[in-house]
């Protein structure tokens, strides 16, 4: 095996893309479970349907200057307002049960929306060209990268330092802060818990759509990738902390990186690390890395 | 004698007569439930009896079904020891792994079961060299004195039957009653002088066991086995068949068995969208039926008879 620094460099930067988009669909898991206290299997569903219908909206729009924009842009909104669809319809319904009954009501939208998506869509693998201002890609230690990925790694942290302000200094965020910590007194004061609630998921299911939405031009689209990021995102939202904006943001980056390093040394076993981190955390500070303990 | 027991022996009478009446369909089906039936029973002590959500509960199924094909194909051990090691392989890592578990309570429990399947599952895709990887082991014929189907019908509905008369004794002895007082209150539990992790432990190791045996004796009834058998969707399966049938029940998961792979055996010989369809069966159970089946004719005797 050949590791000189630039191959080595690239794979970084390929693994920092991967992680910012883990962080975009796990950053949605968090919230929702922080403030909720629900574990959404149906979180990769919506993943996946963002991509889909990120599809869709650029075969409507191609001729339009801007189409992808505009596309990633509605599709995202559509499957954030089905999200909060399905919240205001049916999850809210199921928050006086236990919480299993929660997670496999979750796991039915994973079924069933698996099965909407291959009706409307087929089984075939589609695929979405690159936007025209970012096709083609950049030299960096004499490699090629290409110009989108780094759109992307860039974009990342904007949307964490943007999620991290509203959180922090706006009246809505700190409400859902507030929720997260103790929804009875919340609501005795006055604050409508119940929107707040679907306000939370609708963001959530946003993050999500948005991660499908953007990931549609760099991998295929096709049935089974709503299972396969699930586990990815359920890793890095435990590994950082339930609930945890910047544990997500970090073990994000920890996720990504170890899977693309791991995959230059030891092929067969990156997987495994990732699992393996995940137990350890689980077993030495089972909050997470940078969660606080819960009284779950 | 009670009225439980006549009506349990009325069913293994019908069971033990059904391939008499010739029907490679009936035996076929019938199998697979039984199978799957004590795998979900074997769930439902941990999940029903000691309130412990296992998410990772097809990690023992899929060791089961890699033991008992790993030790006759790999290891060449006649039949009875290897699945005698099939029942021990799932007890022994279920050993290892709820030592780690039974520390975490409720979703992080749910999440570190989860997280070690994952791990079970990886090391049996990845290891191509013992396991075959992606494409499994093949060729896995029944044992020389069970050679037919219906013959290993009659294994099987053996095997389960002493496995579930077992489990049965378990739970409805003192150590089961500590089970279920441990998933009502288990600080209570612990107050009494009662250690709580121990015997979360040991419910989660007699889970392991009986699960590694269905797991075993699905790998005959299949003729062969992969890597998908540990991977997560099988554990939310089992938990629905355990919830489809009643968690609150004893015998609640193996009707939740045998009527979601009778559902499934029909639906998909309509349709491909048999997903869809579990998914709608799982949103009205969890809406309008929380007891699940079993639970819901129970209510619905209770209503009719007041005065029991």
Not at chain 2, 44 to 59: D, K, R
Request: proline share 3%; net charge positive; aromatic share 16%.
């Amino acid at each position: 095996m050949n590791f000189d620094f630039s191959f080595v460099a690239i794979q970084f930067l390929y693994g920092l893309t991967n992680a910012m988009f883990i962080f975009l669909i796990a950053s949605g898991l968090s919230i929702i479970f922080g403030v909720l206290g629900v574990l959404n299997f149906a979180h990769g569903s919506l993943y996946m349907l963002g991509a889909y219908t990120t599809y869709q909206c650029v075969s409507f729009f191609v001729d339009s200057p801007g189409y992808f924009w505009w596309a990633v842009i509605v599709a995202s909104v559509t499957v954030a307002l089905l999200g909060g669809i399905i919240e205001r319809l049916l999850l809210r319904r199921l928050y006086q049960h236990e919480q299993i009954n929660q997670l496999l009501f979750t796991y039915a939208l994973v079924l069933i929306l698996s099965d909407v998506a291959r009706f409307i869509w087929g089984v075939d693998q589609l695929s979405v060209s690159r936007p025209a201002v970012l096709k083609g890609a950049v030299e960096i230690f004499g490699q090629y990268f290409p110009k989108y990925n780094i759109f992307i790694i860039f974009l990342g942290p904007s949307i964490a330092f943007l999620f991290w302000f509203f959180m922090l200094r706006t009246r809505s965020g700190r409400m859902i802060r507030a929720a997260a910590l103790d929804r009875e007194t919340l609501g005795s004061l006055g604050v409508n818990v119940d929107r707040l609630f679907t306000v939370v998921f609708v963001i959530g299911s946003w993050l999500a759509a948005l991660g499908g939405a953007l990931v549609s031009p760099v991998v295929t689209i096709r049935p089974g990738m709503d299972v396969e990021i699930i586990i990815n995102a359920f890793i890095v939202v435990v590994i950082g902390g339930l609930g945890s904006f910047w544990g997500t943001f970090l073990a994000a980056l920890m996720v990504g990186t170890v899977y693309s390093m791991g995959i230059l040394v030891f092929p067969r076993l990156s997987m495994i690390f990732i699992y393996v981190i995940m137990v350890l955390v689980l077993i030495i500070r089972p909050w997470g890395l940078l969660g606080r303990p819960l009284q779950r | 004698m009670s009225r439980q027991n006549w009506v349990l022996i009325a069913v293994l009478v019908l069971l033990a007569l059904v391939p008499l009446t010739g029907s490679r369909y009936y035996v076929f089906l019938l199998t697979d439930v039984l199978i799957f039936g004590l795998f979900a029973v074997s769930l439902n002590l941990l999940l029903g009896y000691t309130g412990l959500v296992s998410f990772g509960q097809a990690a023992y199924f899929g060791i089961g079904a890699y033991a008992y094909a790993l030790l006759i194909k790999k290891a060449g051990l006649t039949f009875g020891v290897a699945f005698a090691l099939t029942g021990l392989s799932g007890a022994a890592a279920a050993l290892i792994i709820g030592f780690f578990c039974v520390r975490l309570t409720k979703i992080y429990f749910a999440m570190l079961t989860l997280a070690f399947s994952q791990i079970v599952w990886a090391i049996i895709f990845k290891w191509n060299s013992l396991t075959g990887g992606d494409t499994g082991i093949y060729g896995i014929d029944f044992p020389e004195f069970i050679g037919s189907k219906t013959k290993f019908y009659y294994f099987t509905l053996i095997v389960v039957v002493v496995s579930v008369f077992l489990l049965r004794r378990i739970v409805n002895s003192p150590f089961g009653r500590i089970l279920t007082t441990i998933r009502d209150n288990p600080e209570r539990t612990e107050s009494i002088g009662i250690n709580v992790k121990l015997f979360q432990l040991l419910a989660f190791i007699v889970s392991g066991f009986f699960s590694a045996i269905s797991g075993g004796l699905f790998a005959i009834f299949n003729h062969s086995i992969f890597p998908d058998f540990c991977y997560w969707p099988i554990s939310a399966e089992v938990l629905i068949m355990t919830l489809l049938g009643g968690m609150y029940s004893f015998f609640g998961p193996m009707v939740g068995a045998g009527v979601l792979l009778y559902l499934r055996l029909e639906v998909t010989s309509y349709t491909q969208y048999w997903p869809f369809i579990l998914g709608s069966i799982l949103v009205l159970l969890l809406f309008f039926f929380p007891g699940g089946i079993v639970g819901f004719f129970q209510d619905q005797i209770k209503k009719w008879r007041p005065s029991k």
